[in-house]
């Protein structure tokens, strides 16, 4: 029973008991392997993939072939390369499973199928759109124009189940800074949070 994604459907997409009964046929999930790829640079995304249990992560490659990680998704959330799916064009990016997950597999049709049982879903997932938009604007200009220390702190508002779950390196790629410099703001923060008796 995928009960996260059901309560994802109704609680964020209005989809009532009758029409989750109608589509819950079409629902499609995987069971994914630790390390397994869902997606490699070079393919067609053709899902979104609703993190039922796990962690994923969306990940492109530099001209040196360094990691570069764009996005966590732990429980609940969701994770694709939208310009590949809406587009049809050949992804520049990963996506592999940090854990054993549970994923749901979102494609054009099942969409379309949740819009035909649901009038009010075509809006609620246009906001969940804009939504992503907001977060990805936010991210930008926080790696443009803000201190190491203050992405590490919105990473943790943002991420705060992921900190013990995934290698302290992934998170400084998730971040722009090394390993080293993100071990460093670790403990100034450890110093200024610890009150001595």
Same mark, same amino acid.
């Given at each position: 029973?995928?009960? *996260?994604?059901?309560?994802?459907?109704?609680?964020?997409?209005?989809?009532?008991?009758?029409?989750?009964?109608?589509?819950? $046929?079409?629902?499609?999930?995987? #069971? @994914? /392997?630790?390390?397994?790829?869902?997606l490699q640079a070079g393919d067609i995304c053709k899902?979104?993939?609703?993190?039922?249990?796990?962690?994923?992560?969306?990940?492109?490659?530099?001209?040196?072939?360094? +990691?570069?990680?764009?996005?966590?998704?732990? +429980?609940?959330?969701?994770? #694709?390369?939208?310009?590949?799916?809406?587009?049809?064009? $050949? #992804? /520049?990016?990963?996506?592999?499973?940090?854990?054993?997950? @549970? @994923?749901?597999?979102?494609?054009?049709?099942?969409? +379309? #199928?949740?819009? &035909?049982?649901?009038?009010?879903? &075509?809006?609620?997932?246009?906001?969940?759109?804009?939504?992503?938009? !907001?977060?990805?604007?936010? !991210?930008?200009?926080?790696?443009?124009?803000?201190?190491?220390?203050?992405?590490?702190?919105?990473?943790?508002?943002?991420? $705060?189940?992921?900190?013990?779950?995934?290698?302290?390196?992934?998170?400084?790629?998730?971040?722009?800074?090394? $390993?080293?410099?993100?071990? &460093?703001? !670790?403990?100034?923060?450890?110093?200024? *949070?610890?009150?001595?008796?």
């Amino acid at each position: 029973m995928l009960q *996260n994604f059901k309560t994802y459907l109704i609680d964020n997409m209005g989809v009532d008991e009758a029409a989750y009964q109608q589509i819950h $046929p079409s629902i499609k999930s995987i #069971s @994914v /392997n630790k390390n397994q790829q869902l997606l490699q640079a070079g393919d067609i995304c053709k899902y979104t993939f609703f993190v039922e249990k796990g962690i994923l992560r969306l990940f492109g490659l530099d001209e040196a072939g360094k +990691e570069n990680i764009l996005q966590f998704g732990t +429980e609940n959330w969701l994770v #694709s390369d939208r310009d590949s799916v809406y587009f049809k064009e $050949p #992804s /520049n990016y990963y996506i592999d499973a940090l854990e054993d997950a @549970v @994923v749901v597999l979102l494609d054009e049709e099942f969409i +379309e #199928s949740l819009a &035909r049982v649901t009038p009010s879903f &075509r809006k609620k997932n246009e906001k969940l759109l804009h939504n992503h938009i !907001r977060h990805l604007n936010k !991210r930008i200009h926080l790696l443009l124009g803000a201190s190491a220390k203050k992405r590490y702190l919105e990473f943790i508002k943002m991420y $705060p189940d992921v900190m013990l779950r995934v290698p302290q390196w992934m998170i400084a790629s998730y971040l722009g800074i090394t $390993p080293e410099s993100l071990s &460093r703001i !670790r403990k100034d923060l450890a110093k200024e *949070n610890f009150a001595p008796y």
